[in-house]
């Protein structure tokens, strides 16, 4: 009989302390093979303080924290991370301006932000370009990062984390600042790499259904660091749920793909 892969995230009784009080968990959570989940909640819910456990780079109060076969704490962290990929408005603050978006994807090979001491070969700056190129920005590939858009800069930050071919995409709200337009390109450029079979998984947080990109499997809502509901989506995003999570009456309909919410009158 063939062993189930083994999980690419499994948290057991996870949780966060600060002063004195527990600001998220504890929580149980697993991301399997090829799930492509939401974390959502509103703010001070604990879903950046999530994604930062995930990433390793934010140790639980309690519980254990396993990603990618390793448990936190237990392997050398740095070498897992690797494996991980992370974009969102966090990381675009530590990118220098003048570099262009070429040497910034590139510097994602070594998980650096510039190019400092490492060397990089013609299949580098190749897998850069054409990264930008899938991501729609090949033609600011060579501009200064400073000119860019919001949209251009988030594209470039995704563009970073898939250099390396994670195999575990933390996405911390990729959608945050973008104008309409800009957003629903970005979506459409979300659901096609969710219909990839690398990264193996994917997690995105957001506070917006309407920014949940179509392909998207599951979901974990989050009310005030516990867990709220977790599963397949469209069962764990319902009215009950997101009203329980944003503390308003809220209507959910689910229309081609795509999931749309409002107060209800």
């Given at each position: 009989?063939?062993?189930?892969?083994?999980?690419?995230?499994?948290?057991?009784?996870?949780?966060?302390?600060?002063?004195?009080?527990?600001?998220?968990?504890?929580?149980?959570?697993?991301?399997?093979?090829?799930?492509?989940w939401v974390v959502i909640g509103a703010n001070g819910s604990g879903k950046t303080t999530l994604l930062s456990i995930v990433g390793l780079t934010l140790w639980p109060t309690t519980g254990t924290v396993d990603v990618l076969g390793a448990r936190y704490g237990k392997v050398d962290s740095r070498e897992v991370r690797r494996r991980i990929g992370v974009a969102g408005s966090a990381v675009e603050l530590h990118l220098r301006d003048d570099l262009t978006p070429v040497d910034l994807v590139m510097t994602a090979r070594y998980a650096a932000t510039e190019p400092w001491w490492h060397v990089f070969d013609v299949?580098?700056?190749?897998?850069?370009?054409?990264?930008?190129?899938?991501?729609?920005?090949?033609a600011v590939a060579d501009h200064p990062f400073g000119t860019l858009s919001?949209?251009?800069?988030?594209?470039?930050?995704?563009?970073?984390?898939?250099?390396?071919?994670?195999?575990?995409l933390l996405l911390d709200e990729p959608a945050a600042s973008l104008d309409l337009g800009a957003r629903e390109t970005l979506l459409?450029?979300?659901a096609r790499l969710a219909a990839e079979p690398r990264p193996s998984a994917i997690v995105l947080?957001?506070?917006?259904?309407?920014?949940?990109?179509?392909?998207?499997t599951h979901a974990l809502v989050l009310g005030a660091g516990a867990c709220l509901a977790s599963g397949p989506l469209g069962h764990v995003l319902t009215d009950e749920v997101l009203?329980?999570?944003?503390q308003v009456p809220?209507?959910?309909?689910?229309?081609?793909?795509?999931?749309?919410?409002?107060?209800?009158?």
């Open positions: 009989m063939t062993e189930p892969a083994p999980a690419i995230v499994d948290l057991h009784g996870a949780s966060i302390r600060r002063g004195g009080r527990t600001i998220l968990g504890p929580l149980d959570w697993c991301v399997g093979q090829g799930e492509r299949a580098d700056r190749a897998r850069a370009r054409e990264l930008l190129d899938r991501l729609g920005i090949g919001a949209g251009e800069r988030r594209r470039v930050s995704i563009a970073r984390a898939l250099m390396p071919d994670p195999e575990l459409r450029d979300l947080v957001t506070h917006h259904v309407e920014e949940i990109p179509p392909g998207f009203s329980r999570a944003f809220i209507a959910v309909e689910h229309r081609n793909g795509r999931t749309w919410a409002r107060m209800r009158a």
